[in-house]
């Protein structure tokens, strides 16, 4: 959103973009569970500490410790530079349903980075997913990712697709990172007792979210939180990010050690071409993550 001009609080700028790191650790405190030369990645939430201005697009970061995770031995700078943030986003999203054994899962945007990620965790965990994406990214999301059953939003009512996929049943949890009125269908699709967690303005008109249109989508997660604790409609949850290794980043370091979470890299900018890679990005053309290379390490 910032690139844009837009942002949800006060932003001091110039600033520097990017949140998350992935890189080698050149001074740990004393005490520190970390030392010069762990090979390390996070996803920090400096970007919006006041008076900071530094972002993780820079080639040295001072990261807070808590935000910290080793990368897993045969992962790579740059594949583990993609996971933080929407892998963060997508575990905390989907650890409030644990255990997925078994369990019926709607995630909207497979091809997306926090999609993508939420695809791979529910599937480790014995899910069955259905997720919705566009024509050209059917076969990614299916044949990489794993995703059960995949849903072409373009080529009709996808909400009645996701609901003839399951023989008219309805699912255990949704995963909306679109927002929208793919939130209201999505309740709709939800069992009695199911929950749906949305991920905030995330969509393809994030650009050019208002302040006014921040205020009324937390009002309306509110809303529908509160319904949800009546019991008056599904259970949801609107998800705040913490920056937090132990909530999410750990544990998906192992699912990469065991074989059971990969990156997929669409395309890799190096520093020098940033711009391009926002511009990239707004495009909606990528398939899983895009890269900024700041120094070849590997």
């Not at 997508?90 to 926090?114: S, Y």
């Not at 993550?289 to 390490?297: P, R, S």
């Given at each position: 959103m ?14 520097i973009?990017?949140?998350d790191l ?11 569970k970390?030392?010069?030369g762990?090979?390390v990645f996070a996803?920090t ?5 006041s008076?900071?201005q ?6 040295f970061?001072?990261?807070d ?6 990368i ?31 369990k019926?899962?709607?995630i ?5 980075g ?7 965790i ?8 259905t997720?919705?994406?566009?024509s ?5 999301v299916?044949?990489?990712?794993g995703?059960?059953v ?30 929208g ?6 309740l ?10 949305g991920v ?11 302040l ?6 937390l ?7 509160l319904?949800?604790r009546l ?12 920056s ?12 990469m050690?065991?074989?059971k ?5 669409d395309?890799?900018?190096p520093l ?13 053309r ?11 390490m590997?």
């Amino acid at each position: 959103m910032l690139p844009t001009g837009f942002a949800p609080i006060p932003v001091k700028l110039p600033k520097i973009l990017g949140e998350d790191l992935a890189g080698v650790v050149v001074e740990a405190p004393e005490g520190s569970k970390f030392k010069e030369g762990d090979r390390v990645f996070a996803g920090t939430d400096q970007f919006f500490k006041s008076g900071d201005q530094g972002g993780t697009d820079g080639e040295f970061v001072a990261a807070d410790e808590h935000t910290v995770c080793l990368i897993p031995e045969g992962v790579s700078f740059l594949e583990a530079a993609a996971v933080p943030v929407a892998g963060l986003t997508a575990w905390q999203a989907l650890e409030r349903v644990f255990p997925l054994e078994g369990k019926r899962v709607l995630i909207h945007g497979g091809a997306g980075g926090v999609g993508g990620f939420a695809i791979q965790i529910a599937k480790a965990h014995g899910a069955h997913v259905t997720t919705t994406c566009s024509s050209a990214k059917v076969d990614y999301v299916s044949k990489k990712l794993g995703a059960d059953v995949v849903i072409d939003y373009t080529k009709g009512p996808w909400e009645a697709a996701a609901r003839e996929s399951l023989g008219g049943e309805r699912y255990d949890f949704v995963l909306d990172t679109i927002g929208g009125s793919y939130e209201a269908a999505s309740l709709r699709l939800v069992k009695r007792g199911g929950q749906l967690a949305g991920v905030g303005a995330t969509g393809p008109d994030v650009a050019r979210v208002s302040l006014l249109g921040m205020a009324a989508l937390l009002f309306n997660a509110g809303w529908r939180t509160l319904m949800g604790r009546l019991g008056l409609a599904p259970k949801y949850h609107f998800v705040m990010t913490e920056s937090k290794a132990s909530r999410g980043l750990e544990q998906i370091a192992e699912l990469m050690r065991e074989g059971k979470f990969k990156v997929h890299l669409d395309r890799v900018f190096p520093l020098e071409e940033l711009a391009q890679a926002h511009e990239y990005l707004e495009q909606g053309r990528a398939r899983g993550k895009v890269g900024i290379l700041i120094k070849a390490m590997d």
